[in-house]
């Protein structure tokens, strides 16, 4: 079986340790941890690791966050890969900071990068995670917020948040959304 796991975010050392670019922070942590490395292919950088006889393409669109889409149809179709089998990775200020909820549609609730995924792969029908980055920011300094860097208190929790995540990926592919979305909801 294979899966296309996308990490969002925006590529450039200004937004490297962003709010924004948690998808990408995901998936770099997860690499290292399985010893792969990211190349630079057609709109992503990619790698593939392998879990429990599944096949997973991991992929960060380096076509900044709102032409994310162009990444993922491209991919979608260049490893044949239902969009059941493919999960988003993305930031959520509706959500508290570090919390995780997998959702298995929905909408872009004014997230770009979902925005465009839905318009080029046909709709809202498939499966994300959304990482809670908060809403501590004043009315109308949204995008600067997210566009921000983590605070010193969040940089000390990350990495517990971002294993959390990554456990919630594999859990998706191998016992499928339900169970998953029941165990870490």
Known sequence: MKYLIVGLGNIGPEYELTRHNIGFLVLDRWADEE???????????????????????????????????KAVNHYLQEH?????????????????YGKIRLKPKGSAGGHNGLKNIEQLTGGA???????????????????????????????????????????????????GLERTMNHFN
């Open 80 to 96: 044949k890969i239902p969009k059941e089998n493919m999960l988003v990775i993305t930031d959520d200020i509706a959500l508290p």
């Open 125 to 175: 029908n498939y499966p994300r995670l959304r990482f809670g980055v908060g809403d501590d920011f004043h009315k109308g300094q949204q995008v600067d917020y997210v566009l921000s860097p983590f605070s010193k208190q969040e940089m000390d929790e990350l990495v517990l948040n971002m294993d959390q995540a990554i456990d919630a990926v594999k859990s998706f592919c191998t016992i």
């Open 35 to 69: 010893g792969v490395k990211f190349e630079m292919n057609k709109l992503a950088y990619t790698s593939e690791v392998k879990h429990k006889g599944r096949t997973l393409h991991l992929i960060k669109p380096t076509t900044y966050m709102n032409l994310s889409g």
